[in-house]
Antibody, heavy 131, light 107 residues
């Protein structure tokens, strides 16, 4: 069973860089595990609130090429280590608006083509931007 | 960017009810639409992809339909485990975009 886990600091100061890692384990090292994306979700107002909407940050291809959401104004960088078992996200010049639960999620490889919906998600990590 | 709009934002229903959630794209996305279910404190869970294909393990009471710009998610008989928030997502083109969500509450 594929396991996906985000890790990193839960608190980042304004204007600094948010750095997160996504670790994949428990699955075979097939190409189906080489396509990942990062999505974030501002926190809800309480335990019963599902949170606000989901925002796609960016995706990485097996080749290493990346696509980012233009709304982040070139602040995001996604990279992969050579073992293909860890993916990272860096987001520079953060503000309070970047406070969110950050998820890494697997894009789907089917019939030799990559589709940009997400079938496996990490549990998410809450990152708060505050001084 | 392709805008994705869901309606309603909140829906109250009884167990056993048939429930329909709508998703509209600002331009044609053919069938490149997915639906997710999210419960509080949990990651989204994939229910349907390519507008109408059920993900493995998802109960058959869930179904999706539509193409072009108009899509629907239907739960044929609402069960207690189905009270959650549902999101649609277009993957026709970057940037990927999600609907604002529909919260299904117990009536």
């Amino acid at each position: 069973q594929l396991q996906v886990q985000e890790s990193g600091p839960g608190l980042v100061k304004p204007s600094e860089t948010l750095s997160l890692t996504c670790t994949v384990s428990g699955g075979s090292n097939t190409r189906s595990n080489h396509y990942w994306g990062w999505i974030r979700q501002p926190p809800g107002k309480g335990l019963e609130s599902p949170g606000m909407g989901l925002e796609w940050i960016g995706s990485i291809f097996y080749s290493g090429s990346t696509y980012y959401n233009p709304s982040l104004k070139n602040r995001a960088t996604i990279s992969v280590d050579t073992s293909m078992e860890q993916f990272s996200l860096k987001l520079t010049s953060v503000t309070a608006a970047d406070t969110a639960v950050y998820y890494c999620a697997r894009r789907v490889l089917s019939g030799g083509r990559v589709y940009d919906y997400f079938d496996y998600w990490g549990q998410g990590i809450l990152v708060t931007v505050s001084s | 960017d392709i805008q994705v709009t869901q309606s309603p934002s909140t829906l109250s229903a009884f167990v056993g009810d048939r429930v329909t959630i709508a998703c509209r794209a600002s331009q044609s996305i053919t069938s490149w639409l997915a639906w997710y279910q999210q419960k509080p404190g949990r990651a989204p869970k994939l229910l349907i992809y390519q507008a109408s294909t059920l993900e493995d393990g998802v109960p058959s009471r869930f179904s999706g339909s539509g193409s072009g710009t108009e899509f629907t998610l239907t739960i044929s008989s609402l069960q207690p485990d189905d009270f959650a928030t549902y999101y649609c997502q277009q993957y026709n083109s970057f940037p990927l975009t999600f609907g604002g969500g529909t919260k299904v509450e117990i009536k």
